[in-house]
């Protein structure tokens, strides 16, 4: 090895770009890569998020209508059926609370859960939920159980 073919150690050099704005004889001085006038030749020009070249922007050409409500509370609904897949599979035996519904991935601990009436309930149970529907209600009454709003 001599001063004739040093090298850097592999891997340890990442920009092998050619340098721009460093005079004529580097080939790349003057508008350095940027071309005239404009913009884009400017430094700290950085092009907005959806700007479309001085056209009406899509954000901005489309209609904006309805009304969004920030005080909506969106219920995870649980439907009478998979209550009694609970019992089916022995994981409930006579009372069905929010924990029991979080443990089983019926609901997260963050969700406000309403109880649904698709499906049939055989078992006597005591559930308790933030809402019910009335036909849940009405079908968990009738098996002989109670309905508990939290």
Do not use: C, W
């Amino acid at each position: 090895m001599n001063l004739s073919n040093l090298q850097p150690a592999e891997g340890s050099t990442h920009n092998q770009n050619k340098r721009v704005g460093r005079g004529e004889g580097s080939g790349k001085g003057g508008t350095s890569t940027r071309g005239h006038k404009g913009a884009k030749s400017r430094s700290g020009y950085s092009k907005k998020i959806g700007f479309e070249g001085g056209q009406m922007p899509l954000q901005r050409r489309v209609p904006k209508f309805g009304f969004k409500n920030v005080n909506r509370v969106e219920y995870q609904g649980v439907n009478l059926d998979k209550l009694q897949a609970l019992v089916d599979n022995g994981l409930v035996t006579d009372t069905v609370d929010f924990s029991v519904l979080v443990q089983n991935r019926l609901a997260t601990k963050n969700e406000v859960v309403k109880i649904l009436g698709r499906g049939e309930l055989k078992a006597k149970l005591k559930v308790s939920a933030h809402k019910f529907t009335a036909t849940a209600k009405a079908a968990i009454e009738a098996a002989g159980g109670e309905a508990v709003t939290l």
